[in-house]
């Protein structure tokens, strides 16, 4: 192997232990590994277990069996170096810090002095100039996930994970924030995981969809995204597009029969 | 005009209750040394404005330098108590009992121990003030924002950071509330441990005009600390007000 | 579970630990002979002999709390639902009870010695106390009715009467109960400073006798008794709170 992948998960098993003291089995034998510079989402329904994917590569759960790396170390060394950016459906921002301050958090948090022209230019990058001193509250919610993005992105980070970041928003928004991290995530190119079960936002986004079925969670398909970059929204009104989208939506329905 | 209106409005009721006395002390012809009017009382007060004055600097000084070391105390051992799981487990079930309890009882016990003097006042200033601080900062520094202890994590935030940047300004709306309880208290603590012990300040002076039956300067004594209360109790509200809103 | 019964065993070593601590230093005589060891304070408790002073002074206390409570509380909740109600009178109501609040016990005592008598004052200092916080937490309960449910009630064609007994007070029974509990320890306080101010008998006069005899087990026996009453309150209202949350969400 000449390349190392960004992201190794292989032969993944995950087991909760819930409050009656039995065991639930959420993750069953995943193996995915993600290229540097690549966009990844994992497709599922709620409850298929492909955010606990996610927080096993940003080193907040440990696996049941099997190995994940981030660049062949342990997810938490990676942590450790705060070389780890995500962003999660809760945009947990602090509510006490206006928003230059939530962006430059990172910063404080590793210990490094705030690099000023940076979280300037993340601010015009996200489209939030002359909002800098605004609260969080003051803020509507597709801003809001903005404002988180920008956090992820501050120390540019090696890993860039993305938890549902749009899931608490109308469609509308929605599609609007899909294209803007298109076009900011164009002009990083960090390698990049995404969790979402919105089939429209994982095609337009990313160069390879991992459908996962739910309970437990099991790859069920790995679909490439043909689309050149930088994407045109236009071409969600391709006929690929539209034809893609059926085919995926039709994988992660349920198998006729089933409830 | 506006602002009048708006001044009759909130105060209205505070306003018949003085009228009320004053003209029931007036009509039913009681002897002011059974009840002294509003007006007598801020004649005694006007007469002389040093005693008075001596005496609520010292319980104002003592209950603020109480509620300071006892808020720091209690906030102090808070921090401690989020450090260790196992301090925490020991000793908040503790702490919520005795912030429940009639403390005000415990101060003949506390003046037993330490004593009859200045020092004792403080001492049950600061414990009195302790409890809250202690009970309402040890929950605001684990009540975070949704998804920032986890944002923490994966930003690799070292146990020191999530103090500082996370843990503690969580905090600051319950340390507010801890505050306006504890600064409506440390007047109270302190008037009546001056009192039961006869030490100095407003409190002494109350007890010692009551013994006189010298109405008119207990009342007046009482008054000072009724503004003193409100004053402090408005103060620490709108503390409490501004951090609730900038705060979450 | 196992988290759960964790976090009790070690709050229950905790409690322990004080209390073992306690015993040692009056064991001990840490500080003196005015902290006696918690054996010795609860043998005076318990003795034959005391009984009849501790059952003269529990009940006056209690009597005078469960008077000033009942009448505090229903006032406190009145007001509040009158203020619902009419909403022009609201800010008033809310300045007055601040004020009225505002005053330390201590020196209202003697007001209301001269206008309840000496008996009546730890039952009226009761239920100032307890009015002040059944009409902070009773209004704060009845402003959270959710919008939708208050204009499905306008639709209904419900009045505000109906709206206030059909959908506010249930809605802020919760709020209101667990006002209730705060309201106990307080209304004690209440209790116990009226009591100082020569009442003629009750758990507050026996402090203060107590200390002025130099009885020092018996200072803290009465202590313990005022700890004790305000602990099982502030637990009953506790459980009542659990059951009308469990019962309402």
Known sequence: MDTQPAIAVRGVTKRFRLDDGSEFTALDDISLSLAEGEFVTLLGPSGCGKSTILRLVAA??????????????APAELSRQHRLGVAFQDHALLPWLDVAANIALPFRVAGQKVDEARVAALIRLVGLAGFEKARPRQLSGGMRQRVAIARALVLKPDVLLLDEP?????AVTRRQMNIELQRIWTEQRTTTLLVTHDVGEALFLSDRIVVLSGRPGRVVRVVDVPFARPRDPAIMRSALFHEM?????????????AP | MKAMTRFFRSSWGILAILLFWQLWVGLSGVNSIVLPSPMGMLRSLAADPALYLSSTAQTVALAALGLVLGVALGTGLAVLTWFSRFLAGLLTPLGIIFASVPVVALIPVLARIFGYDMRTVLAIVVIICFFPAFVFTG???RALPP?????FRVLGASTWRRLVLLALPAAVPDWAVALRLAAANSILAAMVAEFLMGTSGLGYLFASARSDFDMEKALGASAIATVISVLSFLLASRFEGWAGRNWR | MTEARKTFLLGALGILAFLALWEVAGQGRWLGLSWPPLSAVLALLVDENR??????????????????????????IAAAALAHLATPLRPGLERTNAFIHAIPSVALAPLLILVVGREGTPATLAALNTFFILYVSTASGLAATPPALKDLVQVLGGGRWTRLRRLDLPMALPTIVSGMRLAAPSALIGVIIGEWFGAPRGVGVLVINAMQNFQIPLLWAAVLLAVLVSLSLFGLFGALHRGVVARLR
């Not at chain 1, 907040?60 to 170390?73: D, I, N």
């Not at chain 1, 989208?245 to 029969?257: F, I, K, N, W």
Request: aromatic share 4%; charged share 15%.
């Open chain 1, 60 to 73: 907040l759960e440990a696996p049941s069996a099997g190995t994940v790396l981030v660049e062949g170390k």
């Open chain 1, 166 to 170: 749009f899931g608490a928003l109308d």
């Open chain 1, 245 to 257: 989208s059926d085919d995926l939506t039709e994988a992660l329905a349920p198998p006729a029969g």
């Open chain 2, 139 to 141: 929950a605001g520094l």
């Open chain 2, 147 to 151: 998804g920032s202890a986890d944002l």
């Open chain 3, 51 to 76: 009984q009849p002073l501790f059952a003269r002074a529990l009940g006056a206390t209690l009597s005078s709390l469960g008077t000033g409570y009942l009448i505090g509380g229903a006032g406190g």
